[in-house]
């Protein structure tokens, strides 16, 4: 994952994550961290040995996760949002369903409408939030990158990393990616608040708040690579 400072949040969500025995590597890049920030959330997990904090530029963002997620030598690689609580039994369930599909899998996701977008965020045909109960495993057109997993083998995530040249977009790019690739995406079947969000504060910096209204380099690229449209 990566972070930008939120308090610490990104203890909470490092152990949250912790508490599913098959974490073997929890990488986090740190944004802008500071040398006291990095020590706080050392502290908060306890310096635990699975974990590596990275200080990072925010060359791509959030999005910089990628960029370590190929020196790993797991079978699978969770890509994670350091906003999220995530349950125990996640990761299990998670890899349960990538076993069954042989395929990305994520809790949150989109059909695009046909039509030509113009505004990618409220392009959605049907949305399938992570934090809303959904009772069917579906297929989708864009997935959301904080809450998916996948088996290394079926991606190249360095050829991931090259392809993104917009920041913050790891949804888009990896959809992408997956989508030349002919994997489908899958969002699988969860319950109400199977995973907790950070309550918004002021200062936070969240993609989404930032680009709902200013998202023409998103729109551009899913009529262009998405839908067809030129």
Same mark, same amino acid.
């Given at each position: 994952?990566? &972070?930008?400072?939120?308090?610490?949040?990104?203890?909470?969500?490092?152990?949250?994550?912790? /508490?599913?025995?098959?974490?073997?590597?929890?990488?986090? *890049?740190?944004?802008?961290?500071?040398?006291?920030?990095?020590?706080?959330?050392?502290?908060?997990?306890?310096?635990?040995?699975?974990?590596?904090?990275?200080?990072?530029?925010?060359?791509?963002?959030?999005?910089?996760?990628?960029?370590?997620?190929?020196?790993?030598?797991?079978?699978?690689?969770?890509?994670?949002?350091?906003?999220?609580?995530?349950?125990?039994?996640?990761?299990?369930?998670?890899? /349960?369903?990538?076993?069954?599909?042989?395929?990305?899998?994520?809790?949150?996701?989109?059909?695009?409408?046909?039509?030509?977008?113009?505004?990618?965020?409220?392009?959605?045909?049907?949305?399938?939030?992570?934090?809303?109960?959904?009772?069917?495993? +579906?297929? +989708?057109?864009?997935?959301?990158?904080? +809450?998916?997993?996948?088996? %290394?083998? *079926?991606?190249?995530?360095?050829?991931?990393?090259?392809?993104?040249?917009?920041?913050?977009?790891?949804?888009?790019?990896? &959809?992408?990616?997956?989508? +030349? /690739?002919?994997?489908?995406?899958?969002?699988?079947?969860?319950?109400? =608040?199977?995973?907790?969000?950070?309550?918004? =504060?002021?200062?936070?910096?969240?993609?989404?708040? %930032?680009?709902?209204?200013?998202?023409?380099?998103?729109?551009?690229? *899913?009529?262009?690579?998405?839908?067809?449209?030129?």
């Amino acid at each position: 994952m990566a &972070s930008l400072w939120r308090n610490g949040h990104l203890a909470k969500t490092i152990n949250s994550l912790l /508490k599913n025995p098959e974490v073997k590597t929890i990488t986090a *890049i740190c944004n802008y961290y500071n040398n006291e920030q990095i020590k706080i959330i050392n502290e908060n997990i306890h310096h635990n040995s699975k974990v590596k904090l990275i200080k990072g530029n925010n060359l791509k963002g959030c999005d910089e996760r990628f960029k370590y997620s190929k020196k790993g030598t797991a079978r699978y690689i969770a890509v994670c949002d350091d906003d999220i609580i995530y349950p125990e039994g996640y990761l299990k369930k998670m890899i /349960k369903a990538a076993n069954k599909y042989k395929t990305i899998i994520s809790l949150h996701g989109r059909t695009l409408k046909k039509e030509r977008a113009t505004n990618f965020y409220e392009h959605a045909d049907k949305m399938y939030h992570c934090r809303k109960e959904l009772n069917q495993d +579906v297929e +989708v057109d864009v997935l959301g990158a904080g +809450v998916c997993l996948f088996e %290394r083998s *079926i991606l190249n995530i360095d050829n991931l990393y090259r392809l993104i040249k917009y920041p913050n977009m790891g949804d888009i790019y990896l &959809s992408y990616y997956a989508k +030349v /690739k002919g994997l489908k995406m899958i969002v699988i079947q969860h319950p109400k =608040e199977y995973v907790q969000a950070k309550p918004v =504060e002021d200062g936070d910096n969240y993609i989404y708040a %930032r680009h709902r209204f200013d998202c023409q380099i998103q729109t551009d690229f *899913i009529n262009e690579l998405f839908l067809g449209y030129e």
